[in-house]
């Protein structure tokens, strides 16, 4: 952890979603509720709400890269996370920022869909992810489906090989998308390293909690904690949020990721 703060930083770039339920939001909630602080640069402006998304704005690739400057000089992160992505150049400026940056863990949430299903990469920017991003993380945590589209495999074990063999040393696929009864999330890692976890499935659909567990992941790695314990920890917590969601629109549920915090308490 840096010595600037008693709260570990963490930097997330990624999507602005009006709606709260993902994107940058999520990942704040997320990170605050482990007790760390979160740095925010936004890679793209989103129109979307619970149902879905309509358009995609990307911001300036110049832009990020000198906000994401700034705001390491000023408050160095102890870990960041890396969510929609919303051009190849922005993923080329996040390339070349992990690399000015050595030693520092990145968790990298591949958001290629919308959890209405309606992609959000072209083939360039797949590539780019494919072939220069994946290595530079310390943890990629794709959905089965995302992990597939990255990779060209079917299996979670086939899939999580092949990301592994392009670099990326450790894995997470999640399980969300399974048809079962329960929810496995698969961590892969070096030396051969291999746990499964297994959630009850919950009802009903959710908006931003892909976002919820990598940024759940990121905080915890921020304040020191090993990878199997801050897998374990972060999915427990993601999955009581998602247990707690609430309604703030007409369709996918939105994740209650501060539901440890006390409500105020009347003046007197």
């Keep these: 952890m840096n010595g600037t703060s008693e709260r570990p930083m963490v930097l997330c770039v990624g999507g602005h979603d009006p709606s709260g339920g993902a994107g940058i939001l999520a990942d704040a909630e997320a990170i605050q509720a482990a007790r760390a602080f979160p740095l925010t640069v936004i890679s793209a402006l989103t129109e979307q709400d619970s149902c879905g998304l309509s358009h995609i704005h990307p911001q300036p690739a110049r832009q990020v890269a000198s906000q994401c400057r700034r705001i390491i000089a000023d408050s160095p992160p102890a870990a960041i996370k890396i969510g929609l992505l919303g051009s190849v150049g922005i993923a080329g400026v996040l390339t070349d920022l992990i690399d000015q940056t050595p030693g520092i863990p990145v968790v990298l949430d591949p958001v290629l869909a919308t959890g209405a299903g309606q992609s959000v ?79 009850p499935r919950l009802p009903g659909q959710y908006h931003g909690s892909g976002c919820t567990l990598a940024s759940a992941i990121a905080a915890r790695l921020a304040w020191g904690m090993g990878m199997e314990d801050a897998v374990a920890s972060a999915q427990a ?14 369709c996918q549920m939105t994740p209650n990721r501060l539901h440890d915090l006390p409500p105020p308490e009347p003046s007197r």
């Design 121 to 199: 990469v072209d083939a360039t920017l797949l590539n780019h992810v494919r072939e220069q991003l994946i290595q530079r993380c310390t943890l990629i945590t794709p959905n089965l489906p995302e992990a597939r589209t990255l990779t060209d495999a079917e299996a979670p074990d086939a899939c999580a090989a092949r990301l592994r063999a392009s670099g990326a040393r450790w894995v997470l696929v999640t399980g969300t998308h399974d048809e079962t009864d329960a929810v496995t999330n698969r961590l892969h890692g070096p030396d051969g390293y291999r746990r499964d976890w297994d959630w």
């Design 237 to 250: 917590y993601t999955w009581k949020s998602l247990k707690l969601a609430f309604r703030t629109g007409r």
